[in-house]
């Protein structure tokens, strides 16, 4: 009898153990396990050492300061892999040209003296590559000297793809969006900075 009895005060235990923990996992307030944070769980928590590499849709910030026409307004240099000087000396055959970028339309065919620049794109797909949160880790990524790029300058790598196949428009041309207030073509090694002309 006395068995018997152990054995019931045993199976209450556990059951009651049971059902106490099955309380603590359906009850988000008590439970152990932290929930992800949105947009700010993927910023570096050390942004002096890291560029977020990884993709993702343009923000609303960036999305509306990014479409427009774009005019190439000056050379600022060269990148540190290789110096273009032989063919751009001075950005006379970029100077003047024009670029347009919108959400349903992009076409780089007003880079008129390169044609293997020559796209245009319905419904193209832009992304945000990489973000870097200051001109160090920029540098450190890219090997690019952008002039006048403050230290907590923030900078953007934007890809642009075909929605139909998805690649992407050729890497010998990118583009860079620093603290959505300028906008920075690259082309092989030879840096520029683009002006807007008109809004989207």
């Known amino acids: 009898m006395k068995k018997i009895i152990l054995v019931c005060i045993m199976l209450m235990l556990m059951l009651a153990s049971a059902c ?118 920029f540098y450190r990524l890219y090997k690019i000297d952008i002039p006048d790029l403050n230290i907590n300058d923030v900078v953007k790598a934007i890809d642009i793809s075909d929605p139909s196949t998805k690649l992407s428009i050729p890497v010998s041309v990118s583009f860079f969006v620093v603290n959505n207030d300028r906008l920075i073509l690259l082309s092989e090694a030879s840096i520029f900075e683009l002006k807007k002309i008109t809004e989207k």
């Open 20 to 137: 106490k923990n099955a309380e603590m996992t359906s009850n988000p307030n008590t439970s152990s396990e932290s929930k992800p944070e949105t947009d700010k769980s993927i910023i570096p928590k050390n942004k002096s050492e890291s560029c977020l590499v990884k993709r993702m849709s343009l923000d609303s910030e960036t999305e509306k300061y990014f479409y427009g026409t774009w005019k190439v307004e000056k050379l600022l240099g060269f990148a540190n892999s290789y110096n273009d000087a032989s063919e751009h000396p001075t950005g006379q055959k970029f100077i003047g040209d024009e670029i347009i970028i919108k959400k349903d339309f992009f076409s780089s065919k007003g880079l008129k003296n390169y044609y293997d620049y020559q796209y245009e794109l319905q419904n193209p797909f832009y992304e945000i590559t990489t973000t870097c949160y200051n001109s160090d880790s």
